[in-house]
């Protein structure tokens, strides 16, 4: 303790003692990021040595990706325009791995003002972040097939209508049903049931690139989003996949009349109107693909016929409670 001031250095033993002990990181830091002291959870929590930190900076062990937002407010910091800051930014452990910080800085100034050091304080953040990532997984996710459910289908294909605009590019929009699914059911029972879907969306996954999408919407309904594909080369890609699908077997079920897909296709172009159009087209497509005998591929124009709008009109509700469920 300085006697004048009152103050405590952190390299007071007694003071040093009582933050070696906090669950918190604490630590000085230099004006330039040098870490002058620091105490062991900050070691703990980035993988280093108190020692082995003395010869690095801040700058060295943060995450490229958030270095720039940090670098910003520490110029404020020195420069006065903040008293201090908060930031949660991720941080490059010794070992290569990632963990995020939640980070207070505040600024220690010497007799004249003068920036003298930084007072750094460190919450480990990552399992928080991981609960987040887990629980928005959940939300974006259906539980049984683990494939992007609905919500998550209409955000993608919200993107892919602003790409189709921004770029001028065409992508495929496909509904798929599974045909004789609820005799499955009916037959072999629920869980017998859920695993012919488990196994169902294992192909399809199979089937389409890794920058493409496959969901399920519930039931025996699926939704797909080949990007940057025209209706013609997603025929044939959504041909291989009716294949796979009429191909799967489970177990001593094998005897079952194998479960089959119906898929309407619809363009997703520079003029669609909307989102909404663009599943209703694919929605009647799908239907027309049940009308033909089931277990086909139906391709649905760019707008629809008159007299397929009158007959189809039902359709077109299926598709918009799809959307809006």
């Not at 020195?78 to 800051?85: H, S, V």
């Not at 003298?116 to 928080?128: E, L």
């Not at 590019?169 to 004789?180: I, S, T, V």
């Not at 124009?301 to 799809?322: E, K, L, T, W």
Request: glycine share 8%.
């Amino acid at each position: 303790m300085d006697a004048d001031t009152g103050e405590c250095s952190f390299g007071d033993g007694f003071y040093q003692s009582l933050l070696n002990d906090s669950p918190v990181g604490f630590a000085l830091v230099s004006t330039d990021g040098r870490w002058l002291r620091v105490n062991r959870a900050i070691s703990r929590l980035l993988g280093y040595s108190p020692e082995e930190l003395s010869k690095l900076n801040f700058q060295k062990l943060t995450h490229p990706d958030d270095l720039e937002a940090d670098l910003q407010l520490v110029d404020d910091l020195i420069a006065g325009r903040r008293e201090n800051y908060r930031l949660e930014k991720r941080y490059v452990r010794k070992d290569g791995s990632i963990v995020w910080g939640l980070l207070s800085v505040s600024m220690s100034r010497d007799e004249r003002g003068r920036p003298a050091h930084f007072i750094s304080q460190i919450v480990d953040m990552t399992d928080v972040r991981e609960i987040q990532r887990e629980l928005e997984h959940k939300a974006l996710h259906d539980p049984l097939t683990g494939l992007p459910n609905r919500r998550k289908f209409q955000m993608t294909l919200t993107e892919a209508l602003e790409s189709a605009r921004r770029t001028g590019k065409e992508h495929c929009l496909c509904f798929m049903d599974l045909d004789g699914f609820k005799a499955v059911n009916d037959t072999a029972g629920h869980e017998y049931g859920d695993m012919v879907l488990v196994a169902v969306s294992r192909e399809l996954e199979k089937s389409i690139r890794s920058g493409d999408q496959v969901a399920r919407f519930g039931g025996d309904e699926f939704g797909i989003i080949l990007f940057d594909c025209g209706v013609e080369t997603g025929r044939v890609i959504l041909e291989r996949l009716r294949k796979r699908v009429s191909a799967v077997t489970i177990g001593r079920n094998r005897n079952l009349d194998p479960v089959t897909a119906s898929i309407g296709v619809a363009a997703i172009t520079p003029t669609t109107a909307s989102a909404r159009d663009a599943l209703r087209r694919a929605d009647l497509a799908c239907y027309e693909a049940k009308r033909a005998g089931r277990n086909v591929v139906r391709v649905h124009g760019a707008s629809v016929p008159p007299s397929n709008v009158i007959g189809f009109q039902g359709r077109g509700s299926a598709a918009s409670s799809r959307l809006s469920a």
